[in-house]
């Protein structure tokens, strides 16, 4: 079986845990790769065939980055924390030693929470007037954000072809229940159980009193279609990262992802214990 590492290559300590744990997955008869990096000289990422286990070494960014590179194959994927908020990551190196939380991955004796994803749609218009379909895939968030050049974005927001509003303001962002803890929490949106399989929607810092952020369920389709009235170029940003549009954006759709991300971690527990040591300060010992 194979094994695959995503690294935070700009941490060292991440770098020496892999190196340490592909010395022991090879001993125990696993093959190991990793992730491609600048700086680790691999310029293509692995073929994931046969990969039973994606470990990501890193913070949330980096167990982010792993879920890109897994998609829709419904890998299982650890996550340890090298980072500041490790708020999706399963353990650390100060809680756990990382041998016997990779042993027990291995041995499947740890829980795997299902983690809904989106699938993310950015039609736009062309400079010889032609429509453009860019996706992504996402499993925290989409943000429709006021680019550099706009003092504002107004957008129509549908969900499945009921209209809700017109908005002006900075944004929307659409979240699955694991990135309600991240952009849309920062906008004022709720913290969403991972077992919420619809989606987030929270608007930023809209010009009005009445938006509200909201539900949906997971056949909804959410769709924001850019105003004709107020013409600007958003900024489009899927899990934090920017997606470059070729053309005027239009309007964006935002579903359910096909398939899951599994995440490992030792219990249901594990949330509620992360949201009050991240989010109230509170230590809870396993």
Not at 54 to 64: A, H, Q, R, W, Y
Not at 83 to 99: K, M, Y
Not at 191 to 218: D, K, N, W, Y
Not at 223 to 238: F, G, M, T, V, Y
């Amino acid at each position: 079986m194979k094994v695959f590492l995503v690294p935070n290559y700009y941490k060292r300590e991440a770098v020496e845990s892999g190196l340490q744990l592909e010395l022991w997955l090879s001993r125990q008869g696993f093959d190991v790769v990793w992730a491609a990096d600048q700086r680790s000289g691999i310029e293509s990422t692995p073929d994931l065939d046969d990969c039973g286990l994606v470990i990501s070494l890193g913070g949330d960014g980096t167990l982010l980055r792993a879920a890109r590179i897994v998609g829709y194959r419904e890998i299982p994927i650890l996550g340890l924390s090298y980072g500041h908020l490790g708020f999706l990551t399963a353990a650390s190196p100060e809680d756990r030693n990382i041998l016997e939380v990779v042993e027990d991955a291995l041995a499947g004796e740890l829980h795997v929470s299902r983690r809904a994803t989106l699938d993310c749609r950015v039609f736009s218009i062309d400079e010889q007037g032609a429509e453009r379909v860019e996706t992504g895939f996402a499993l925290n968030d989409l943000a429709l954000a006021r680019g550099p050049l706009s003092d504002m974005v107004e957008f129509d927001i549908t969900v499945s072809d009921h209209h809700i509003d017109r908005l002006r303001g900075d944004g929307f962002v659409v979240s699955t229940a694991t990135g309600s803890t991240g952009y849309a929490l920062s906008a004022g949106g709720p913290i969403v159980s991972p077992e919420f399989t619809g989606m987030v929607c929270v608007p930023i810092a809209p010009h009005t009193i009445q938006a509200r952020a909201f539900l949906t369920s997971p056949s909804d389709v959410i769709e924001l279609k850019l105003s004709k009235d107020r013409p600007s170029i958003p900024a489009i940003a899927i899990d934090g990262q920017f997606l470059e549009v070729a053309g005027e954006v239009e309007r964006v759709e935002v579903r359910r992802g096909e398939a899951d991300i599994l995440l490992l971690d030792y219990g249901p527990e594990s949330f509620y214990n992360s949201v009050s040591r991240v989010f109230y300060g509170v230590r809870n010992d396993r």
